[in-house]
């Protein structure tokens, strides 16, 4: 069939478009390839001329600079300074144990550090620089600068290392740093690049490990030329990482300093808290210990001296220690029939120095009894059978309740390490945790927060600080972030009586302020600053009826590890509480004879914001305060003194 011409001329302009997009794509095509090669030989022809001379361009992780953390005031508490190291990186050096052997030459190597870093180098990417030496002086430094044609993939660094001036003062709170592990890595669900690079420290303990995230900022990298014997040549281009954010924390340093001085030598904790806003003033565990040893690796022969210390200075006391509350946990008991309508202030019971109960005798503190006491004495001497009655009316229940309200067996949520919940016990937890009936026996001992109650120097402090103010206070940490000041947590009313409260305030305002108060001798004589307080002795072994039919054995008596602890809590001033304060000492004694001193200073001190005058002291005691601060071993105000950032 023959075409028509009006079908010829559709075909030929078909094919003309077509030739005309196919020569369109050819022509850009050529335009692309001509682009790409004009970029090589024209834009790109240094970094080529390099790679053509046997040199090469090699990315670095730069290591963030981590955040600095202060006190309320500014004075620094953990800080970085600089560190002069080496580092070997195996794509660079070709035969690493050759080079490392060469290095040993320059500088000073222990076989067990070249070892290390043999067993690094098979591990890590070869990409990866390992840290041959740290903390190294200025002339190893210049010398490994000297020698580097001779060590291939060698380099000399200057870089950040973590450091703790006021040592022991906050070894407990903000705890210290670490190279990071292979446990690190595993609990880590999308690591960090930079957390591969070796010797790369992360917080190991307390506020370094709780806030890390915040702390340890982000990454930065740079490009280097590196020679074909691994020499660096020159820094092409950096981009800078992000610095990890500052905290400002809650905590006085000059406070912090005092209370820890003052707990000496004691197995002990303290904990100073604002009533008002939750803040902790110090939060103090003794003994401490020297967290830099972490931070440069600590010897075996330290570890091993901390470790088997039976004061335990590795432990923060002050929110890890579960201790029985004592006579401190009589608050709780006392509000609880208050609040239940079974007991009045007013209301007496007879004291005859025991309190029979199914056959059995629970004695009182005092042998020979109180005779009839009501609430306020009660407290005020610390009459144990007045709770053993009181205790049986309301039962555990009501109490245990009470305790939760007033911030008992409760894990406060604070950056810190291994806090302790306590134990708040009732019927149903003895049901499900011993599988037994809840007996009156262990009500009469809970009453006076011994038996299973448990509670740590932080719980007790927000104890107090609920019943001075009236308001579910909690306690708070960290004051900022970067500088983003972080929220006060609202306080809401307990909901307890006014009334009921005051009634409690006033018992412990007897404790310290009337003669047959268990802590008169720890009064302040300044009446504007009085103290409200209430003493507590913990038993820690069980005293036979065999022993106790030929005397008791005094604490002086018995081996350090079998005396009772000794505890107390207060706030003050009374009548405008300002701040709430808890000091247990592990095996002390009596809370009154050893605990209340202590408080009664660190109060002072708080309130003063200094050394108070020794008029604030009775005044048969003033010669020995004046000989304690004399021993007292105290930071100069000058040796903490705000620092800004040290960049490398």
Request: overall charge positive; proline content about 6%; hydrophobic content about 40%.
């Amino acid at each position: 069939m023959r075409r028509t011409a009006r079908d010829s001329d559709e075909s030929a302009r078909r094919i003309t478009r077509r030739a005309l997009f196919l020569g369109g794509a050819q022509l850009a095509w050529i335009a692309v390839l001509g682009a790409r090669m004009r970029y090589m030989q024209v834009d790109q022809a240094e970094e080529f001329r390099l790679l053509a001379e046997e040199n090469r361009v090699a990315i670095r992780l730069i290591p963030p600079e981590r955040g600095q953390i202060f006190d309320r005031n500014g004075v620094l508490i953990a800080g970085n300074e600089q560190n002069y190291r080496v580092v070997i990186t195996r794509e660079d050096a070709g035969d690493v144990e050759a080079v490392l052997d060469r290095l040993s030459k320059v500088i000073p190597l222990s076989p067990e550090d070249i070892e290390r870093t043999l067993r690094e180098v098979k591990r890590r990417s070869a990409f990866v620089p390992i840290v041959v030496a740290d903390r190294l002086s200025w002339e190893d430094l210049a010398r490994v600068s000297v020698n580097a044609p001779a060590l291939p993939g060698v380099t000399a660094e200057v870089g950040l290392s973590r450091h703790y001036p006021l040592v022991e003062d906050f070894s407990h709170i903000v705890g210290y740093v670490g190279p990071v592990s292979e446990s690190d890595l595993a609990q880590i669900e999308n690591p960090d690049p930079v957390l591969q690079i070796p010797k790369f420290q992360i917080g190991k303990v307390g506020v370094e490990r709780r806030m890390e995230d915040a702390l340890r900022g982000s990454a930065g990298s740079r490009r280097i030329e590196v020679n074909s014997v691994g020499r660096v040549m020159r820094e092409l281009g950096r981009q800078e990482g992000v610095a990890g954010a500052d905290l400002r924390l809650t905590i006085d340093a000059g406070l912090q300093n005092y209370v820890q001085a003052r707990l000496g030598a004691e197995s002990a904790a303290a904990v100073v808290m604002d009533v008002q806003t939750g803040d902790l003033l110090a939060i103090a565990s003794a003994p401490g210990y020297d967290p830099n040893l972490f931070v440069r690796g600590i010897s075996s022969t330290d570890y091993r001296a901390l470790m088997e210390n039976d004061h335990r200075p590795l432990s923060n006391k002050s929110v890890q220690g579960a201790y029985p509350p004592g006579s401190t946990y009589k608050m709780v008991t006392a509000l609880a029939a208050l609040e239940a309508g079974v007991i009045t202030p007013e209301t007496t019971v007879r004291c005859p120095g025991y309190y029979e109960s199914g056959g059995r005798r629970f004695h009182c503190w005092r042998g020979g009894g109180h005779g009839p006491v009501n609430l306020r004495r009660s407290l005020a001497e610390s009459c144990d059978v007045y709770y053993y009655d009181i205790a049986q009316r309301v039962g555990i229940d009501a109490i245990a309740d009470m305790a939760a309200r007033l911030g008992l067996g409760q894990r406060h949520d604070l950056p810190l390490s291994a806090i302790s919940e306590g134990l708040n016990p009732n019927k149903q937890w003895k049901l499900e945790r011993r599988g037994q009936e809840w007996r009156i026996g262990d009500t009469i001992n809970a009453s006076i927060g011994q038996g299973y109650v448990l509670t740590s120097p932080l719980q007790l402090a927000v104890m107090t600080a609920r019943i001075a103010s009236g308001r579910a206070v909690v306690p708070r940490l960290v004051m900022a972030i970067g500088d983003q000041d972080q929220p006060v947590p609202e306080a809401p009313p307990l909901g307890l009586s006014a009334a009921h409260l005051a009634a409690i305030r006033d018992g412990m305002y007897a404790v310290m302020n009337i003669q047959s108060g268990s802590a008169y001798s720890s009064r302040i004589e300044e009446p504007t600053m009085r103290l409200a307080g209430k003493t507590g002795t913990s038993q820690v072994r069980n005293i036979t009826a065999a022993e106790r039919a030929r005397g008791v054995l005094r604490n002086d008596q018995l081996p350090w590890n079998r005396r009772d602890h000794a505890l107390y809590v207060a706030f003050a001033p009374h009548d405008a509480p300002k701040i709430a304060v808890s000091v247990v000492v592990e095996h002390g004694g009596g809370g009154g004879a050893v605990a209340a001193p202590v408080a009664r200073d660190i109060v002072l001190q708080a309130l003063y914001g200094g050394l108070p005058p020794l008029t604030a002291y009775p005044s048969s005691q003033r010669n020995r305060i004046e000989s304690q601060r004399r021993d007292l071993r105290l930071r100069e105000p000058s040796a903490a003194a705000p620092q800004g950032r040290t960049r490398a």
